[in-house]
């Protein structure tokens, strides 16, 4: 199993820049994709952005020009690069390891979430 832990998080002013990184560990000789999500106060938690395992990403409209998403496979680091912050963007930050199961990589759970990381973004 392919598990993930976020860091990066805090608390900035409107405008202002953070980056929050994944680590992965455990199988990770296994392909697998990995994806960003928050979850705001009282909201639902929602895509944000995704990186494959052969690099491509998608972006929710939202943070598109303003996030980028992008990664280190040589640390099994996947980043999420966010400027311009806005207030809205205060969330708990999450992400999840989603591995290509098939060839020497069965697990019962291909899904793996880290714990999360909090942004604040003061105005």
């Known amino acids: 199993q392919v598990r993930v832990k976020e860091s990066g998080g805090g608390t900035v002013q409107a405008g202002g820049s953070l980056k929050l990184s994944c680590v992965a560990s455990?199988?990770?000789?296994?392909?697998?994709?990995v994806y960003w999500y928050r979850q705001g106060p009282g909201e639902e938690r929602e895509f944000v952005a995704g990186?494959?395992?052969?690099?491509?990403?998608n972006y929710v409209d939202s943070i598109k020009g303003r996030f980028t998403a992008s990664q280190d496979a040589g640390k099994n680091t996947v980043y999420l690069q966010m400027n311009d912050l806005e207030p809205a963007d205060t969330a708990t930050y999450y992400c999840r390891a989603s591995v290509h199961l098939g060839g020497g990589c069965w697990f019962a759970q291909k899904d793996s979430w880290g714990q999360g990381t909090q942004v604040t973004v003061s105005s």
């Open positions: 455990g199988d990770t000789q296994c392909a697998y994709d």
């Open positions: 990186v494959d395992s052969a690099g491509r990403t």
